[in-house]
């Protein structure tokens, strides 16, 4: 099972500023099936990016994804106030079972 | 509209049992790989288990394994989750999880629930 640390824990920015997020997988991700989710407080995860870098529907242009085989990163290129929440990354693929990392909670400095 | 609404969240004892279900709608059930994704209060995500589109393949975490099976009903749209010998470690929001692409499953979650919150403890 591939586990997969994220860091920071937390990130305490300003609104415009760039946020960048950190996440480093325990062996090698194949395909580049490492995918990025955005939750709320009391809301439902949502799917931001996934094939590493491909945006999904509805996702704005300043999130975006990079990285491949253990180190992935995903940018928020100028931090809106909708933006501050946590992101989890995961890792997926034809083989279950599917791991999530711990988080990263973004927060108004 | 994509809708998943989760129901048959309870308070239960240590080894109970609860069915949980989801009630999908706005898209064609059938054709989708659906999941069970957990939360325990204020942790991360886990993913709890999948079943095929039409009901050939199911996993497991391992956590889970032997305890929770998962079905589904096609004609209903409907999922569901038996969990059995209920444990503390348990306790959680368990989201009802849409597959992002047909025919397939590869864990890739594009749609949500609102999840139900399911409470083990004597």
């Known amino acids: 099972e591939i586990v997969l640390t994220q860091s920071p824990g937390t990130l305490s920015l300003s609104p415009g500023e760039r946020a960048t997020l950190s996440c480093r997988a325990s062996q090698s991700v194949s395909s580049s099936y490492l995918a990025w989710y955005q939750q709320k407080p009391g809301q439902a995860p949502r799917l931001l990016i996934y094939?590493?870098?491909s945006r999904a529907t509805g996702i704005p242009d300043r999130f975006s994804g990079s990285g491949s085989g253990t180190d992935f990163t995903l940018t928020i290129s100028r931090l809106e106030p909708e933006d501050f929440a946590v992101y989890y990354c995961?890792?997926?693929?034809?083989?279950?079972?599917?791991?999530f990392g711990g988080g990263t909670k973004v927060e108004i400095k | 509209e994509v809708q998943l609404v989760e129901s048959g969240g309870v308070v239960v004892q240590p080894g109970g049992s609860l069915r949980l279900s989801c009630a999908a709608s706005?898209?064609?059930?059938?054709?989708?790989?659906m999941h069970w994704v957990r939360q325990a209060p204020g942790k991360g995500l886990e993913w709890v288990s999948l079943?095929?589109?039409?009901?050939?393949?199911?996993y497991y975490a391992d956590s889970v394994k032997g305890r929770f099976t998962i079905s589904r009903d096609n004609s209903k749209n409907s999922l569901y989750l038996q969990m059995n010998s209920l444990r503390t470690e348990d306790t959680a929001l368990y989201y009802c999880?849409?597959?992002?692409?047909?025919?397939?499953?590869?864990?890739?979650?594009?749609?949500w629930g609102q999840g139900t919150l399911v409470t083990v403890s004597s």
């Open positions: 995961q890792q997926y693929g034809s083989s279950p079972p599917h791991t």
């Open positions: 094939g590493a870098s």
């Open positions: 999880a849409k597959e992002l692409r047909y025919f397939d499953w590869l864990s890739l979650f594009d749609y």
């Open positions: 079943i095929s589109w039409d009901g050939g393949s199911t």
């Open positions: 706005g898209f064609t059930f059938d054709d989708y790989t």
